[in-house]
Nanobody
Framework: QLQLVESGGGLVQPGGSLRLSCAAS????????IGWFRQAPGKEHEGVIC????????NYADSVKGRFTISRDNAKNTVYLQMNSLKPEDTAVYYC?????????????????WGQGTQVTVSS
């Protein structure tokens, strides 16, 4: 069974950091691009950032440029989202999603597999 599992969310103060993980089971991530999306209460899914199968990254959200970075460790079948200088407006459920090879436009319907999400709360 193909599955993505996010972890690493939690409560952090403004200005703090978190690292989210997206681990795959049932398939290898080598041939997949992984996108991170987030959904705040009452809002639609927002694309955050993506990494292609070859390791190139694409920012979907201007608001995270310079603060969030994405990386992958194919040996561990895991993708990471490093989030620094967190702000209250980053509060959301964060999801990882997979599609073949390339980062697409930041439209959720273009991704084939999704994790269950992990909550990130930025608050003092």
């Amino acid at each position: 069974q193909l599955q993505l599992v996010e972890s690493g969310g939690g409560l952090v103060q403004p200005g703090g950091s978190l690292r989210l993980s997206c681990a795959a089971s049932g398939f290898t991530l080598d041939y997949y691009a992984i996108g991170w999306f987030r959904q705040a209460p009452g809002k639609e899914h927002e694309g955050v950032i993506c990494i292609s199968s070859s390791g190139g990254s694409t920012n979907y959200a201007d608001s995270v440029k310079g603060r969030f970075t994405i990386s992958r460790d194919n040996a561990k079948n895991t993708v990471y989202l490093q989030m620094n200088s967190l702000k209250p407006e980053d509060t959301a459920v964060y999801y990882c999603a997979a599609r073949r090879y390339y980062c697409s436009e930041s439209k959720p319907r273009l991704y084939d597999y999704w994790g269950q999400g992990t909550q990130v709360t930025v608050s003092s």
